[in-house]
């Protein structure tokens, strides 16, 4: 598992360039930024080097951010490599909660999925699935 | 067990005998002795005397807070100095302090009062009570006080404060019962259980007689558990006398109001007109006894109603609901009257949600619209979408069945809502300028 930043924020002008200034002061690199909106409010997920320290900051300045485990699966970047990983999780009955996918360098993509219950990511393995580790993917921090 | 037997099961019809008595001569006295109760009767074409039956009072004009305040300090005062024992005053956060006088029997009959309510919690003069409401010029301490002296308790006056203290009390003194303001009560049972007991199970207190602020049905069962005690709400203000107007027996169904010293009264605060018992209004109280402060069709402010039904615990006293709110907190929206505190009451119902809470209020053409915003705790799980939106969803319909208006839920970041230490701006009304 590697760990995802989450970020609840209103869903109102300037609320996502806060959040952004305050990563960015606090040296923060993002590797990919999603959002999840409705008409109130925004779930921002963020790909990022130094989680933690990064959900420790947001809530020192005030916002709700915390961390939450997803599975980060490389694949080859070329058409089906998503369909295939997709395929498999609906035929062994894994309900995908949410997913994104990034490309990065060296023909390769990571496809990033939040699945509900346990044991996804060992029946992914088993597969022949390559599941990355967290210093894979971002610099780990020690808290 | 009762403290005042005769008086406190005394049948309805000598009740309302004893009642028409006493108004009468209360009636009378602020007549004689007060010049703005003259002014107004002669105004309103009525005199003491004109008072035949307990219903005759609504002839009688009311009067409100800043009368008293208009009458700083002595004005409204039916005794001379000599007479007076004793000098009460409110706060005055709002404006103009107003100074309650009481003779000798005025601070008597309040110990009786109060001390019927020590009786309802299993009091005796064998008991020990402690004070923790402030002393002073705020009635809650002095007035608790008194009660348990009536009752020949041994009292132990800690007043406020000092909280650790208070707790070594409560457990070396053996308190059986314990007076102070709820969220006092609280913070007590909190730092006792922090100091690695277990109040519940360890300390002998059994009863608890809380009141001066309003209380959520949550806060007063976690009272009652963490301390393993029975709750008496008691409801008093400075301005008829302070605690012990009416205090709540053991069956919980509302609290038994002094009848033979106070007349109660529930009015309709737009119309003024008397409503009948059951209905939700006003309190409008009238003293029966008071000598030096009589107080005639006092509009207390507070929303709550009369209950008529025979109690189980014997006494014929009529009782008061739970304390609502105030008139001036009540809202109307779409023609239902809605109170802040029964939101939050929903509100203290979910866990999930901070207590912290604003509530705006808008039109969307004839109709007005309620916005509740709300902040997540922060163990909530902010990554699934649909724990929110399932958390919007229960927490609307629960508002829905108790309000009889229709929610919409609003989750907001943390600290939106801003924090007070006082009196938290939880109503806005925009509903004036979105026309």
């Known amino acids: 598992m590697i760990s995802q930043l989450t970020v609840f924020l209103a869903n109102e002008k300037g609320r996502l360039a806060a959040a952004c200034r305050t990563l960015a002061d606090a040296d923060i690199n993002l590797a990919a930024l999603f959002i999840a909106d409705t008409a109130d409010f925004g779930i921002v997920r963020i790909f990022c080097d130094r989680p933690n320290r990064a959900a420790a900051v947001l809530a020192e300045a005030g916002f709700r951010a915390s961390i939450t485990p997803v599975i980060a699966v490389s694949v080859a970047d070329e058409p089906g490599a998503l369909a295939r990983l997709l395929g498999f999780c609906h035929e062994a009955s894994m309900n995908v909660e949410y997913g994104y996918c990034f490309s990065v360098a060296g023909g390769t993509a990571v496809d990033v999925l939040k699945i509900e219950g346990e044991g996804a990511e060992e029946a992914l393995a088993a597969a022949g699935f390559k599941i990355l580790a967290p210093e894979e993917v971002y610099v780990v921090d020690e808290d | 067990m009762y403290f005042q037997p005769e008086i406190e099961t005394m049948p309805r019809a000598e009740l309302q005998a004893l009642q028409l008595e006493r108004l009468r001569e209360s009636l009378r006295n602020a007549y004689e002795n007060v010049p703005l109760y003259r002014e107004r009767f002669d105004a309103a074409g009525v005199t003491p005397d004109d008072l035949e039956s307990l219903e005759d009072l609504t002839r009688f004009p009311f009067v409100v807070k800043q009368d008293m305040r208009d009458n700083y300090p002595f004005g409204m005062f039916a005794r001379e100095n000599a007479d007076v024992a004793r000098i009460h005053a409110s706060s005055g956060t709002t404006g103009q302090a107003t100074v309650v006088g009481h003779t000798a029997a005025d601070l008597e009959n309040w110990g009786d009062c109060f001390a019927r309510g020590i009786a309802m919690v299993g009091g005796s003069r064998e008991s020990t009570i402690q004070v923790s409401y402030g002393y002073g010029l705020f009635t809650g301490g002095l007035g608790a006080h008194a009660g348990g002296e009536a009752m020949g308790c041994t009292v132990i006056p800690t007043s406020s404060g000092n909280t650790k203290r208070q707790v070594q009390m409560l457990k070396d003194c053996k308190t059986d019962i314990l007076c102070c303001t709820p969220s006092y009560a609280l913070l007590i049972a909190d730092t006792a259980i922090e100091m690695g007991y277990d109040p519940a199970t360890e300390f002998q207190i059994s009863g608890g007689?809380?009141?001066?602020?309003?209380?959520?049905?949550?806060?007063?069962?976690?009272?009652?558990?963490?301390?393993?005690?029975?709750?008496?709400?008691?409801?008093?203000?400075?301005?008829?006398?302070?605690?012990?107007?009416?205090?709540?027996?053991?069956?919980?169904?509302?609290?038994?109001?002094?009848?033979?010293?106070?007349?109660?009264?529930?009015?309709?605060?737009?119309?003024?007109?008397?409503?009948?018992?059951?209905?939700?209004?006003?309190?409008?109280?009238?003293?029966?006894?008071?000598?030096?402060?009589?107080?005639?069709?006092?509009?207390?402010?507070?929303?709550?109603?009369?209950?008529?039904?025979?109690?189980?615990?014997?006494?014929?006293?009529?009782?008061?609901?739970?304390?609502?709110?105030?008139?001036?907190?009540?809202?109307i929206i779409r023609g239902v009257n809605v109170f802040p505190s029964q939101i939050e009451q929903v509100i203290t119902e979910f866990p999930e949600v901070a207590t912290q809470y604003q509530i705006v209020l808008t039109s969307r053409g004839p109709l007005d619209h309620v916005e509740l915003q709300v902040e997540t705790e922060p163990d909530f799980p902010i990554d699934e979408v649909r724990a929110l939106e399932d958390l919007r969803g229960r927490l609307g319909a629960a508002l829905k069945g108790n309000l009889q208006v229709a929610v919409d839920i609003k989750f907001v970041e943390p600290k939106t809502i801003a924090r007070s230490e006082g009196k938290a701006k939880r109503v806005i009304d925009l509903r004036g300028e979105t026309h």
Not at chain 2, 242 to 257: N, S, W
């Open chain 2, 209 to 331: 007689i809380f009141g001066a602020e309003p209380c959520s049905e949550n806060m007063r069962q976690e009272i009652a558990d963490k301390l393993g005690l029975q709750y008496c709400d008691v409801y008093g203000l400075s301005e008829i006398m302070g605690p012990g107007v009416a205090m709540e027996c053991a069956e919980r169904g509302g609290l038994h109001i002094a009848e033979d010293q106070f007349y109660c009264e529930i009015i309709d605060p737009d119309t003024l007109e008397v409503l009948p018992d059951g209905e939700v209004g006003e309190l409008v109280i009238t003293t029966l006894t008071r000598e030096c402060s009589p107080m005639i069709r006092y509009r207390t402010r507070d929303v709550t109603s009369i209950s008529a039904e025979p109690c189980a615990c014997g006494r014929t006293h009529r009782k008061i609901g739970r304390i609502l709110g105030r008139t001036d907190d009540m809202l």
